[in-house]
């Protein structure tokens, strides 16, 4: 009679940890963004380099991740106190500072206004002010004009502000993930490269978005304009390049019920159950926009990019 007891007690146990481990993959797969993977993409982060040697006069500033987001952040200097903001590359215009300052940074109201979405439509009211000070990459700004914002405008956590690729103009620079660091030069690394270990990308230029990274790339072998954005968590494709019917939805966002394809000079690797939004963006193209491609996968590229000398070039540095 005990033997049959505790082959029940034994057989319910089990009946629990297997109801219990169901309920565990069924929260570890409960959203789309789950399906999303990468095939190739791991294969370009060069080893054994060293990425100074190829500059001349540089400054070496760290970076520091302390979001959930893994966007790399930078120090900036104010009147009274320092705080780090995240570097963007998508931030088109001056420094932004969000509601987690407006009382710790000086500054002078001068108006009310809004922010926009890439494709300039209105995306929320902003406080147009002033900074009386802050400095930067070692540089001091003075009443420089900014915008205030309520931080849950841009994200779904509270961050300190942004700053852009405005105060990196006529330099070279690199962003290193892996050291966390971001190397900045008045001089050009182009000329000291090698080019067999280096993928080399001529960038456009766009008036509403002077100072983002937007460049010609091709999915499933369709020119599309790639655009990098450091300030993205997640990467996107547009929306509009695929049928309705194999687009799902659910809480973590939409997706491709797919595999694409993605290459751009020497890169070339594949996305399985992509993410996609509406990507319009007020560009002059011919091509349509085709990513948006976040630091979920700049994090895996050795990024340089040279705007010395009128040049406007990125550079991704790989093995041979």
Known sequence: MMQIKNITKSYIFILILTYFF?????AEAQYLRDKTNYINLYNYYPTDFEITEHYNNYKTYSLTYNN???IPEVEVKFKNNSYPLHFDFGNSNN???????QN???YNFIDTSFTYHPDGSIRDKVLEIMIPYFNVFD???????????DWNTFSTNPFNG???LKYLTDKSFTLNNESKQLIISSESIAEKLDSNKTVIIDLLNFAYHPYGIHFVGEINNKKRIFYFDTGKSHTALN??????EKILTDKSGSFYDGKVNISFGKINFDIEYPRVKSLKRKIENNYEMGIEIGIDILKYFLISVDRTNNKNIMIIHIDE
């Not at 420094?95 to 300052?101: A, H, N, P």
């Not at 540089?139 to 914002?149: F, R």
Request: aromatic share 14%; no cysteine.
């Open 95 to 101: 420094i932004i500072i969000t509601s987690e300052l």
């Open 239 to 244: 929306r509009d390049l695929f049928p309705n």
């Open 162 to 164: 942004l700053i852009g």
């Open 68 to 70: 959930i987001f893994g």
């Open 104 to 106: 710790l940074v000086e």
């Open 139 to 149: 540089k001091d700004y003075y009443n420089e004009e900014s915008a205030l914002v």
């Open 22 to 26: 169901s309920l565990y993959s069924i």
